[in-house]
Nanobody, 122 residues
Framework: QVQLVESGGGLVQAGGSLRLSCAAS????????MGWFRQAPGKEREFVAA?????GRTKYADSVKGRFTISRDNTVFLQMSSLKPEDTAVYYC??????????????????WGQGTQVTVSS
C-alpha cells in the first residue's frame, strides 16, 4: 500500500513558476514508476509527466514539454515554469506498481493522492 500527499499548489501569475511535491509512504514506493496528472473543471483528467522508478526515464505531455520537469528522490517533484492560464487545474500524483513502460493513462495507475490546486492568472 502506498499513500501519496501532494503539496506546493497555489496562485501564480502567467509566466511564473511553481514546484509541486508528492510525499509517499510505503516501503515499496522506490520501486514504482510515478506520474503527475491534472484535471481542469469540466475536463477529463490528463497526463502531465511520468518518471521511472530509478529516475532514469521521463515522459511528458506535449503541452508541458520544455516547461515542466519531473524528478524524484524520496519525494516526487514537478517543477513548473512559464506557466500559462491553461495550466490551471487540480494536479494529482499517482503511483504505478510497475517498473516497465511509463504509462500515460490514468486507469493504469494504482494509487492516487488527493490533489493540489494550481491557478494561473492572466
Amino acid at each position: 500500500q502506498v499513500q501519496l500527499v501532494e503539496s506546493g499548489g497555489g496562485l501564480v501569475q502567467a509566466g511564473g513558476s511553481l514546484r509541486l511535491s508528492c510525499a509517499a509512504s510505503g516501503r515499496t514506493f522506490n520501486s514504482y514508476n510515478m506520474g503527475w496528472f491534472r484535471q481542469a473543471p469540466g475536463k477529463e483528467r490528463e497526463f502531465v509527466a511520468a518518471i521511472s522508478w530509478n529516475g532514469g526515464r521521463t515522459k511528458y505531455a506535449d503541452s508541458v514539454k520544455g516547461r515542466f520537469t519531473i524528478s524524484r528522490d524520496n519525494t516526487v517533484f514537478l517543477q513548473m515554469s512559464s506557466l500559462k492560464p491553461e495550466d490551471t487545474a487540480v494536479y494529482y500524483c499517482a503511483a504505478d506498481a510497475s517498473t516497465g513502460v511509463l504509462r500515460v493513462t490514468m486507469y493504469e495507475y494504482d494509487y492516487w493522492g488527493q490533489g493540489t490546486q494550481v491557478t494561473v492568472s492572466s
